[in-house]
């Protein structure tokens, strides 16, 4: 098995619109894993951002994430809300940084029940089923499935939230997936265009849904794909939080230029949303690039 690595990033200073800096990148160590992927898709894939560490400041071990209950927000003030105070930005020096896209809505679902037996209703015309549900082994063996998934991590960039405000802020979280993020990369006509996509369901449960609590002169660390393709270009990162949105740095990095192409994503969306109302689709078709 390999190492966990301990990353040491390099010194960057930039200024946070004109309101305080950030001299040094954190010390970053790597969760253990067994392979590394490079993605090379012909196909606009959706988005699936994992906060793998949040509430840090000079180094954090991604082998060691704690749920911690500060790290969340449940009750409503409005002044928690706004978000002078962020900036988001994108390490692309770091071209041996990956991480695992395990989440929690990626967990495989366990293996349905079998048919033990079957009665057939006369009177009613139907057959009455007898299951034999799942044994320990079964559930197991999805365990272990989950912690080889984990272990299996693609090449991305490192991505940071960072507030450099005085208070505690607020950052939206999806009920699918974990930040409102996705990749653009810039066409042949210099314009700025999704290559990633927020996937859109008819229906979410939001049971147990919580935000997540970003702490003055902290850092949330989230990542996107560093794919292989065709074309050389300029990337940048969209992160969107309560209706306002937010731009990384620019980068060059490779795409397929296919990638560009949502024709086919957005017309499964619109047979998915085919029983909601025309205006329901519209604003889901926007969300799905992160726009208003």
């Not at 560093?226 to 990337?235: A, C, E, N, S, V």
Request: hydrophobic share 30%.
């Amino acid at each position: 098995m390999k190492n966990s690595i301990v990353v040491f990033f390099l010194v960057c200073l930039f200024s946070c619109t004109g309101r305080g800096s950030i001299e040094t990148y954190p010390i970053i160590t790597t969760q253990e894993f067994d392979s590394i992927i490079s993605e090379d898709s012909k196909l606009m894939l959706a988005a699936n951002p994992v906060v793998y560490a949040i509430n840090f400041k000079d180094s954090v071990n991604l082998n060691d994430k704690k749920e911690d209950e500060q790290n969340y927000f449940g009750e409503y003030d409005e002044n928690f809300y706004i978000h002078d105070s962020l900036k988001i930005f994108v390490d692309d020096k770091n071209l041996d940084f990956h991480t695992s896209e395990f989440n929690f809505f990626s967990i495989p679902p366990p293996p349905p029940p079998k048919i033990k037996d079957s009665i057939y209703d006369k009177e009613n015309g139907v057959y009455e089923y007898e299951y034999e549900y799942n044994t320990d082994k079964e559930f197991e063996e999805l365990l272990l499935k989950m912690e080889q998934r984990k272990r299996v991590h693609y090449k991305t960039y490192p991505v940071y939230i960072y507030n450099y405000g005085e208070s505690q802020t607020v950052i939206q979280a999806p009920i699918i997936t974990e930040l409102f993020i996705l990749l653009e990369a810039k066409n042949k006509n210099n314009e700025w265009k999704p290559v990633e996509y927020f996937e859109q369901y008819g229906f979410l449960c939001g049971t147990g849904h919580r935000d997540y609590v970003l702490r003055p002169k902290h850092y949330l660390l989230t990542t996107v794909k560093r794919y292989k393709g065709d074309y050389k270009t300029k990337l940048r990162v969209k992160f969107r939080s309560f209706d306002k949105v937010f731009y990384s740095n620019e980068f060059e990095g490779f795409i397929n230029y296919s990638q560009f192409q949502p024709d086919s994503i957005i017309e499964k969306t619109k047979q998915r949303l085919a029983n909601r109302d025309s205006i329901t689709i519209s604003q889901k078709l926007k969300w799905m690039f992160l726009n208003n």
